[in-house]
């Protein structure tokens, strides 16, 4: 199976711009999550989705969004960026079973904001 | 919240030697599950291994292997026979009742010496 893809790989982006991330689950996979990895925050979780719906959310401003498509491909949108977005973001799929929580991750979205 | 501790930033192990990397977690749930996480310097994150809370026996993968102390919440990684492709960022994670999120640990930098 292909893992999960992360576009584009590399941003760079200027204060005030919006930009969008897209993430591609591994197949069969129907949640993705997202992550963002910071030097000084470490690795901190962003919101989740399962069929199509937010499921959980961590503690972002409302200018992180995202969304989830019916082929579990997820989009996530940053407005009004900052020079504090520059991060690494991660996106992550599951097959969210009770058996397993097992998350897999894609190689990350590097974000310059400048 | 659930918070994840990971008190040494950096190890260095020598080629072939064992090395344990340590992780403390808090919670007062009684069902979740922990993990550990490899991120090299490509960044992309591969999961190691994992534990279920309400499994008493440790869990292992290869030359991978944890020491799941539940009471002391206590979940150490033992990496055995260590090689220079061991050499990454080590995260320990836990995800709990509140669903798909994981709750990171801060990492520690495995250094390998040939």
């Known amino acids: 199976k292909a893992g999960v893809t992360q576009t584009p790989r590399y941003l760079i982006k200027t204060r005030g711009q919006q930009v969008t991330l897209s993430c591609s689950p591994i197949s069969g996979h129907r949640s993705v999550s997202w992550y963002q990895q910071t030097p000084g925050q470490g690795l901190q979780f962003l919101f989740e989705?399962?069929?199509?719906?937010?499921?959980n959310k961590g503690n972002f401003p409302g200018r992180f969004s995202g969304r989830q498509f019916s082929n579990s491909r997820s989009e996530m949108n940053v407005s009004t960026l900052e020079l504090g977005d520059s991060a690494l973001y991660l996106c992550?799929?599951?097959?969210?079973?009770?058996?397993?929580?097992?998350?897999?991750f894609g190689p990350g979205t590097r974000l310059t904001v400048t | 919240a659930q918070t994840v501790t990971q008190s040494q930033p950096e190890m260095s192990v020598q080629e072939a030697e064992t090395v344990t990397l340590s992780c403390t977690y808090d919670t007062s749930e009684s069902d979740y599950y922990l993990f550990w996480y490899k991120q090299p310097p490509s960044r992309q994150m591969i999961l190691v291994i994992r534990?279920?809370?309400?499994?008493?026996q440790n869990a292992t993968e290869n030359r991978f292997s944890v020491n799941f102390q539940k009471a002391a919440k206590s979940f150490s990684l033992k990496i055995s026979d260590s090689q220079l492709g061991d050499a990454a960022m080590y995260f320990c994670?836990?995800?709990?009742?509140?669903?798909?999120?994981?709750?990171f640990g801060g990492g520690t930098r495995l250094m390998v010496k040939p």
């Open positions: 992550a799929s599951s097959l969210d079973s009770r058996t397993s929580y097992e998350q897999y």
């Open positions: 989705y399962f069929s199509e719906t937010q499921r």
């Open positions: 534990q279920e809370a309400y499994k008493q």
């Open positions: 994670a836990y995800i709990g009742n509140a669903g798909n999120m994981l709750t």
